[in-house]
Antibody, heavy 120, light 108 residues
Framework: QVQLQESGPGLVKPSQTLSLTCTVS?????????WSWIRQHPGKGLEWIGY???????YYNPSLESRVIISVDTSKNQFSLKLRYVTAADTAVYYC?????????????WGQGILVTVSS | SSELTQDPAVSVALGQTVRITCQGD??????ASWSQQKPGQAPVLLIY???TRPSGIPDRFSGSRSGNTASLTITGTQAEDEADYYC???????????FGGGTKLTVL
């Protein structure tokens, strides 16, 4: 059974880079799925950030694309998120999730989420 | 990009049937998936490929589509179904993902 776990700092200073890692266990990160980042601002809905395929190809939310980099390390079965030039508006719970790579776009499983606060 | 529109809040009496809708032009070309989120928890996949339930999801949850509107129907709603429900699909480019704004379901 595949499980995902986010890790990284819970506090980031404004203008700095938010860096998170998602570790995949119980299955390989290679082939057949997209590996995604999604965030949820406090009390708000879900916002798709982007995804990466094991080959390294990526797609990002156009509203975040200029600041986002998602990368993958197949040797460690991990993928990562970097969000540059953060502001208080980037304070959110960040989830990693496995996404079906077909036209259906479903997310399962999800990590438990990690709260990242942007504050000086 | 595309948008998915959901009613912010819906209520249902215990044991009754409720339909939660998700509207968007891209739904004419792409199926919606549905996830349930309870307070303080990560979302859980309920329905994908329009009307397929992952293992462990009760059969009181079902999905459908008509035109540009996808629906999640809960038949015989239970108290534990009180949660936020989100739809998502690919946008018209096929490369990006969009989420609906979420529907808060209250079970009376």
């Amino acid at each position: 059974q595949v499980q995902l776990q986010e890790s990284g700092p819970g506090l980031v200073k404004p203008s700095q880079t938010l860096s998170l890692t998602c570790t995949v266990s119980g299955g390989s990160i290679g082939g057949g799925f997209y590996w995604s980042w999604i965030r949820q601002h406090p009390g708000k809905g879900l916002e798709w950030i982007g995804y990466i395929y094991y080959s390294g190809s990526t797609y990002y939310n156009p509203s975040l694309e200029s600041r986002v980099i998602i990368s993958v390390d197949t040797s460690k079965n991990q993928f990562s998120l970097k969000l540059r030039y953060v502001t208080a508006a980037d304070t959110a719970v960040y989830y990693c999730a496995r996404e079906d790579s077909s036209a259906y776009s479903w997310f399962d499983p999800w990590g438990q989420g990690i709260l990242v606060t942007v504050s000086s | 990009s595309s948008e998915l529109t959901q009613d912010p809040a819906v209520s249902v009496a215990l044991g009754q049937t409720v339909r939660i809708t998700c509207q968007g032009d891209n739904l004419r070309n792409y199926y919606a998936s549905w996830s349930q989120q309870k307070p303080g928890q990560a979302p859980v996949l309920l329905i994908y490929a329009q009307n397929t339930r992952p293992s462990g999801i009760p059969d009181r949850f079902s999905g459908s589509r008509s035109g540009n509107t996808a629906s999640l129907t809960i038949t015989g709603t239970q108290a534990e179904d009180e949660a936020d429900y989100y739809c998502n699909s690919r946008d018209n480019s096929g490369n990006h993902v969009v989420f609906g704004g979420g529907t808060k379901l209250t079970v009376l």
